[in-house]
């Protein structure tokens, strides 16, 4: 799906800034089936489906006909118009003319897939780090490790690894799975004496769900009883680059790599040194250097950065769990979830964490392997900035890799035109874009599986009009999508220059928004009396100054006073995470229920009080939804026991929980 600031563009730039706000879009490549309302099983195959001679675009209902041609409604070329099209009274049956959002097959004939077994169905590996000895956190595993076991499809494979000061692989084909050690070196310059391929090849070491789950469940049970005596050493950056050896040997996997940390790796290969505010004051000097994480930063990056690059050349996807109030060092880690289109959650307690639910609810979702993602549009503006975990193509900006992707995953483009005179050299062409979304489709679990992963493309192309009229672009912008792209803006600038810019570029940037809209307005800026900071005319721009303010005043993301770990979790959360879900954290909404009613439906009511809450003639219940959590407040205890009678209002409850990436906490008032 494709979402824009605005529905009415700007003619060109200097109208854009005189109204301020910014030009981009945010996009879900993997949008369900069910929200762009398309068939799970797509069209025919792509091949028959004609493109631009020129900008390589594909046909669209915007294409126009003449006799013999068809015009690119992205470059305006000239195309001949094939057999297929030739007819005009057929043109309405075919989807690419019918619908601006169509799905199709990449390859359709079962020839023209990899025969290989392996190739063809999706497989999960665990790294499990077993250095804790607490053994809630082993039991979390446990837990966790089932919860995926029973929410993969049934016919998925999986794999088993633990590590510490040495590296434990699973064999699962046994009755009895067998255990297979290999010690990890403390210098951090050495490979194992050993490689896992020598020990187990990747047809031995990964084994079907479906035959092996007795197996797989006796060896996860087993965990808790193999927690190595030395504690807190933990060699996760050897064993993740042992498991990508053995795995690079076989092509065309579908790989998901799921690792669970309690803590930093600090043996071997990758260490990553504690914080100075964290080392034993006693130390002197030179130890506190050899340290201090500012002394092997580049190298500790340089292995992160270039382990996650080659996992992504492989097309394996990478999600790292971090569960523990320890520090981690997810600065460098960050590097091997953000460049495979992976995940990045930390859990800063165990106790009443829901680490189990999130995994079953990610992993029973249907999934995108193997991803390619063009975005192709009018020549009249380009990419300026896209803001997501993705690779840019060495060759062509426009074009994205990752190795996996899920329905709530977000990328975000910032936009500039590519010339002064904007869309005015060509007003009878509106600017278009074309999303062109290449991937491997992973049935979620449930769905029919025909022994083939099936390579598809998803068609979504989008034409806006234009304006000269500030108004227009005011009363048609989506707050979302602009408060979106400013975070995406603050988190980079943070990222970057500290926390401290990117308050500034926020403050600054509604300042100076604040100013275009009243000047606007005619507005005399020496007199701030007449100054309108509600927006109270423009309904599309109320919420924008709500989230700034909540952003400055109430968001971790700009404390100074922020763990680090917490602050890169947040941070490549927000960077993914879909608009409308992401203006939940920042600024929470508030529902109500009536009897009468259908449903929740949001409230009028900004604040809640006693007062309002005493009041009979309103809702019976309010609703809270902070994304993390969500307080459902009734008037009285027997409100709170009809709560849990009535099968509508937790069916919506279950439905406000299953649509988001984390479960969020139930809290009664």
């Not at 199709?104 to 665990?126: G, M, R, T």
């Not at 970057?496 to 307005?521: C, P, Q, S, V």
């Not at 909540?550 to 100074?560: D, F, G, R």
């Not at 459902?632 to 988001?660: D, H």
Request: hydrophobic share 40%; aromatic share 12%; glycine share 4%.
């Amino acid at each position: 799906s494709i979402n824009i600031t605005s529905n009415n563009l700007p003619l060109y730039g200097q109208i854009k800034n005189s109204a301020g706000l910014p030009f981009g879009c945010a996009i879900k490549p993997f949008a369900s089936f069910e929200e762009l309302n398309l068939p799970v099983q797509p069209f025919h195959s792509i091949k028959e489906v004609s493109r631009c001679i020129k900008c390589f675009g594909y046909i669209s209902p915007f294409s126009r006909f003449s006799k013999k041609n068809w015009y690119c409604p992205l470059c305006s070329s000239v195309n001949k118009v094939t057999e297929r099209y030739s007819v005009v009274l057929t043109r309405s049956t075919y989807p690419e003319l019918l619908s601006n959002i169509t799905e199709f097959y990449i390859n359709e004939n079962d020839q023209d897939y990899n025969q290989d077994k392996l190739s063809n169905v999706p497989i999960y590996i665990a790294l499990v780090d077993i250095s804790s000895n607490d053994s809630k956190y082993l039991e979390l595993i446990q837990q966790s490790l089932i919860a995926l076991i029973q929410a993969v499809p049934i016919y998925s494979y999986f794999g088993l690894i633990l590590f510490s000061n040495r590296i434990a692989i699973f064999d699962l084909k046994p009755e009895i799975p067998i255990l297979k050690y290999v010690r990890i070196p403390q210098a951090s310059h050495l490979d194992p004496c050993v490689s896992l391929l020598d020990i187990l090849s990747i047809e031995n070491f990964v084994v079907s769900i479906e035959e092996k789950q007795q197996q797989i469940i006796s060896a996860i049970e087993s965990i808790s009883l193999l927690v190595t005596n030395n504690v807190d050493k933990r060699g996760f950056g050897t064993t993740m680059k042992s498991v990508l050896d053995q795995l690079e040997q076989k092509e065309n996997l579908k790989v998901k790599i799921v690792t669970f940390l309690s803590g930093e790796p600090n043996i071997g290969q990758g260490v990553i040194q504690l914080p100075i505010s964290d080392l034993n004051q006693n130390q002197n000097q030179n130890q506190k250097k050899e340290q201090n994480p500012e002394f092997n930063k580049i190298q500790a990056t340089n292995f992160y950065t270039q382990l996650g690059l080659r996992a992504a050349k492989l097309g394996y996807c990478l999600d790292i769990y971090a569960i523990s109030s320890k520090y981690f060092g997810l600065s460098y880690l960050q590097h091997l979830t953000s460049q495979t289109g992976g995940n990045l959650f930390y859990y800063n307690q165990i106790e009443n964490c829901n680490l189990p639910q999130d995994i079953f609810r990610n992993f029973k979702r249907p999934q995108a392997f193997h991803c390619l993602l063009r975005v192709r549009t009018s020549s009249e503006f380009k990419i300026a900035n896209f803001f997501g975990n993705a690779i840019v193509d060495n060759k062509s900006s426009d074009l994205f890799h990752f190795s996996c992707c899920d329905q709530f995953k977000s990328i975000s483009f910032d936009f500039e035109f590519t010339t002064p005179s904007g869309f005015s050299r060509n007003e009878t062409r509106p600017p278009t874009i074309q999303l062109a979304f290449a991937y491997t489709y992973v049935p979620g679990s449930g769905e029919v599986y025909d022994g083939k992963l099936r390579k598809r493309i998803r068609i979504h192309t989008l034409q806006f009009k234009v304006t000269t009229e500030i108004d227009s672009i005011y009363i048609s912008c989506d707050y979302e999508i602009i408060f979106t792209i400013l975070l995406q803006k603050l988190l980079k600038a943070t990222l970057k220059e500290g926390i401290e810019e990117g308050r500034a570029l926020i403050e600054d940037w509604i300042a100076m928004f604040l100013t275009h809209y009243n000047e606007h307005l005619g507005c005399n800026k020496q007199d701030l009396r007449n100054f309108d900071i509600t927006f109270k005319n423009t309904p599309s721009l109320i919420m924008v100054p709500r989230l700034i303010y909540s952003l400055l005043n109430h968001s971790n993301l700009l404390s100074n006073t922020i763990d680090s770990d917490l602050w890169i979790f947040i941070s490549n959360f927000f960077k993914v995470l879909e608009p409308k879900l992401l203006t939940t954290v920042i600024y929470p909404k508030i529902y109500e229920w009536n009897e009468n009613s259908s449903g929740w439906f949001l409230s009028k009511h900004l604040f809640l009080n006693n007062e309002l809450l005493a009041n009979e003639n309103l809702a019976t219940y309010f609703f809270i939804d902070t994304f993390w959590i969500i307080y459902i407040i009734s008037r009285n205890e027997s409100a709170q026991y009809q709560f849990s009678q009535n099968e509508n209002l937790n069916a919506s409850l279950v439905k406000f929980k299953q649509n988001r990436p984390i479960t969020p906490y139930i809290i009664f008032i």
